[in-house]
Structure formats: structure tokens, C-alpha cells
């Protein structure tokens, strides 16, 4: 199967990797703020600058933030608990990673 990449190892190493890596284990809480994004797990307690991400995807599922070429935070949208929540993360968000942008250029 490998021979004719009908099962590619990068899918193989993405799945093992997901599994293996205690990180993907904790339940993650974030709290969005004027100043930034709260980041709580059980082992990490942090607060990231909105200065850090320079973009905002968005589909009809995910929204991600991305802060490098492979680094990104994702957020689904089924974790906001109504439509409102969610529209003022959006304009909050908009609103601080467009400034980011601005300055960077």
C-alpha cells in the first residue's frame, strides 16, 4: 500500500504523533480578552498577546489564528456557547490581529 501511496506515512506520522503527545490529552480553556487570549490547561496557565498571531482563518467549522508558518491556534466554533459569544470573538479578534497586521508591516 505504501508502494502506491494508497496510505501515505505522513498520515501514519500526524495519527501517531496525535496520539502520543500528552498535549492533545488536556482539556483547553481559553478565555478571549481585550489584551489577549487567557491559555489554560492543567499544566499550562498562560496569557498570549494578540501581537503574536498575524492571521485569522475562518470556515464554516474551525477558526484558526495563526501566529507562523506551522504554528496555529484552533478553535472550533461548536466550543462558543451561543451565536452571540461567537460573533463578539469574531469582531474582537478582527479587530486585534488587523492592528497586528498594520504594525508589522
Not at 501511496?5 to 498520515?11: G, S
Not at 498535549?23 to 481559553?30: E, G, P, Q
Given at each position: 500500500?505504501?508502494?502506491?501511496?494508497?496510505?501515505?506515512?505522513?498520515?501514519?506520522?500526524?495519527?501517531?504523533?496525535?496520539?502520543?503527545?500528552?498535549?492533545?490529552?488536556?482539556?483547553?480553556?481559553?478565555?478571549?480578552?481585550?489584551?489577549?487570549?487567557?491559555?489554560?490547561?492543567?499544566?499550562?496557565?498562560?496569557?498570549l498577546?494578540?501581537?503574536?498571531?498575524?492571521?485569522?482563518?475562518?470556515?464554516?467549522?474551525?477558526?484558526?489564528?495563526?501566529?507562523?508558518t506551522?504554528?496555529?491556534?484552533?478553535?472550533?466554533?461548536?466550543?462558543?456557547?451561543?451565536?452571540?459569544?461567537?460573533?463578539?470573538?469574531?469582531?474582537?479578534s478582527?479587530?486585534?490581529i488587523?492592528?497586528?497586521?498594520?504594525?508589522?508591516?
Amino acid at each position: 500500500m505504501i508502494w502506491f501511496d494508497l496510505f501515505p506515512t505522513h498520515t501514519l506520522k500526524v495519527f501517531i504523533y496525535f496520539k502520543t503527545n500528552p498535549k492533545f490529552k488536556d482539556t483547553f480553556n481559553l478565555t478571549f480578552h481585550e489584551d489577549g487570549i487567557k491559555f489554560k490547561t492543567n499544566m499550562i496557565d498562560s496569557n498570549l498577546d494578540w501581537a503574536l498571531y498575524s492571521k485569522l482563518l475562518e470556515d464554516k467549522n474551525i477558526i484558526v489564528l495563526k501566529y507562523s508558518t506551522n504554528d496555529y491556534t484552533v478553535i472550533p466554533k461548536r466550543a462558543f456557547a451561543n451565536e452571540n459569544d461567537l460573533i463578539a470573538f469574531l469582531e474582537l479578534s478582527k479587530r486585534k490581529i488587523g492592528i497586528n497586521q498594520e504594525n508589522k508591516q
